[in-house]
């Protein structure tokens, strides 16, 4: 792949030096001159001095060719998003992944069709919710553009789906099971697959929908 980076941090110069070591080509581009400086160090040709967020800089990076996915990993929501909209309204990029800092203005990367983001708060978030004893539901991804997200239930003693085979639940076209964790060992969610009380369970649903997934597997539901 070709793949561009807007922003020359923590997170571009590791995704940077990540591409590199898969064999892809990459073009990073920072506007801080002493972090350019660095990159270039490091990465030779591959890096590009300037703002992300002009044009001149983006076709020197090679923006026209075009690149197979632009990375905006700056750490300003406003760059990333010009930078997501340049690359895919301008110049054509199939692929625009955007980092978003503060989870507040994911909805304005939404409104602007921009997806998937990335946002390290909500990841982290999700990761502390996981490891809270007797967790009912965490959000784990959202898939925007698909209009799906992955959350993590866990079963609790008593509810519905306590004892019951997958194919017995009768589930809403909307949600799907995708893996059940037992005692630290994961097995694929099948319709065979009979469930537990603390048996934690991947599902994949539309948003909106997690009243139908709850009803089903905490206790006290339905």
């Known amino acids: 792949m070709f793949v561009i980076i807007g922003g020359g941090g923590k997170v571009g110069t590791n995704v940077t030096r990540t591409l590199l070591g898969l064999g892809h080509e990459v073009v990073v581009i920072e506007q801080n001159r002493l972090r350019y400086e660095s990159l270039e160090e490091e990465f030779q040709h591959r890096a590009r001095y300037g703002d992300a967020t002009e044009l001149h800089v983006l076709e020197d990076a090679g923006i026209g060719r075009p690149p197979d996915i632009v990375v905006a990993a700056t750490g300003d929501d406003e760059d990333n998003l010009v930078i997501s909209q340049l690359a895919q309204e301008r110049y054509g990029v199939a692929k625009a992944v955007a980092r978003v800092n503060d989870p507040r203005n994911e909805v304005h990367f ?71 964790m037992r005692e630290g060992a994961a097995e694929i969610a099948v319709g065979s697959t009979e469930l537990h009380a603390g048996d934690q369970v991947l599902a994949i649903l539309e948003p909106g929908k997690e009243e139908d997934l709850c009803e089903l597997l905490l206790a006290g539901k339905g």
């Open 110 to 180: 939404d409104l602007l069709g921009i997806s998937p983001t990335v946002s390290a708060t909500s990841m982290v978030m999700a990761l502390i919710q996981h490891e809270v004893p007797q967790h009912e539901l965490v959000h784990l991804l959202e898939l925007r553009k698909e209009n799906l997200e992955i959350v993590e239930v866990e079963i609790g003693s008593g509810a519905p789906a306590d004892g019951k085979r997958i194919e017995e639940l009768r589930l809403p076209d909307t949600l799907r099971l995708i893996s059940i």
